[in-house]
């Protein structure tokens, strides 16, 4: 069985002993109203509903714990994002937008944009440009 | 640099990220780029031809306006505080 379907597995059985628990602890007080019962079946019927709810509950933190992410992994791969946009390998995608940026803002220089929108006219070749210190292009430095 | 904050808007999506913690981190350096990305995607759907499959779009293009939410509160607080870029 791999994980997945482990999961699926939990899951489905975690919502079946909750919905017996709801529906044991519904027979019981249909039990109550139509006769009379003794303090020990009564008893006997909350300990089964205590243990049903129980199961359930741990099945579905089970589920739970298996599909969610915590909080720490968000925070980590958070700083991660950071790091990598702050890295000496990033520094020359960084610098170029930078130059691209200036030009377009400063000079309302948009040529960059002719590599973004492929026409059947018009065949956007990399080797147009020079190549940046990590290898690419400027444009896809951008991209 | 566009699919960097593509990689942002996705995981973010996916439930990956703490997006306080993004905004507080990321926001500053996002504004930087905010008007250029804004009007290069503006351009973008002015010059696209029209017959472009919204499947074939870049992916920058519906993301980026996404990361405005997410970065909407920090970002604009410590915008004057800090250099981007």
Redesign the interface.
């Given at each position: 069985m791999n994980a997945l379907i482990s999961r699926k597995f939990v899951g489905i059985l975690a919502w079946l002993l909750i919905l017996s628990t709801a529906g044991s602890f519904g027979a019981m007080f249909i039990g109550l109203w139509h006769r009379s019962v003794g303090w020990e079946a009564v008893c006997a019927e909350l300990l089964l509903v205590f243990v049903l709810g129980l199961e359930g509950i741990i099945a579905y933190g089970t589920f739970f714990r298996e599909e969610s992410?915590s909080?720490g992994?968000?925070?980590q791969?958070?700083?991660g994002?950071?790091e990598?946009?702050t890295s000496p390998e990033?520094y020359i995608?960084?610098a170029e937008?930078?130059r691209i940026?200036k030009k377009?803002?400063e000079e309302n220089d948009?040529s960059c944009?002719k590599y973004?929108?492929h026409?059947k006219d018009q065949i956007n070749s990399p080797d147009e440009e020079g190549r940046c210190a990590n290898g690419l292009t400027p444009h896809q430095?951008?991209? | 640099?566009?699919?960097?904050y593509v990689?942002?808007q996705s995981?973010h999506e996916a439930?990956?990220?703490?997006g306080k913690?993004?905004a507080t981190?990321?926001a500053s350096?996002y504004e930087w780029?905010r008007?250029?990305f804004q009007?290069?995607c503006q351009?973008?759907r002015t010059?696209?031809?029209s017959s472009i499959e919204p499947e074939a779009e870049?992916a920058w293009l519906g993301s980026l306006p996404k990361l405005e939410t997410i970065f909407d509160d920090a970002g604009r607080r410590s915008v004057n505080t800090r250099v981007g870029?």
């Open positions: 992410v909080v992994q968000r925070r791969l958070t700083v994002l950071l990598k946009f990033a995608m960084r937008t930078w940026r377009w803002l948009r944009m973004f929108v026409t430095n951008l991209s | 640099m566009l699919h960097f990689s942002v995981y439930g990956l990220l703490d913690l993004a981190l990321l350096h780029y008007k250029f009007e290069f351009e973008y010059l696209a031809p870049p870029g």
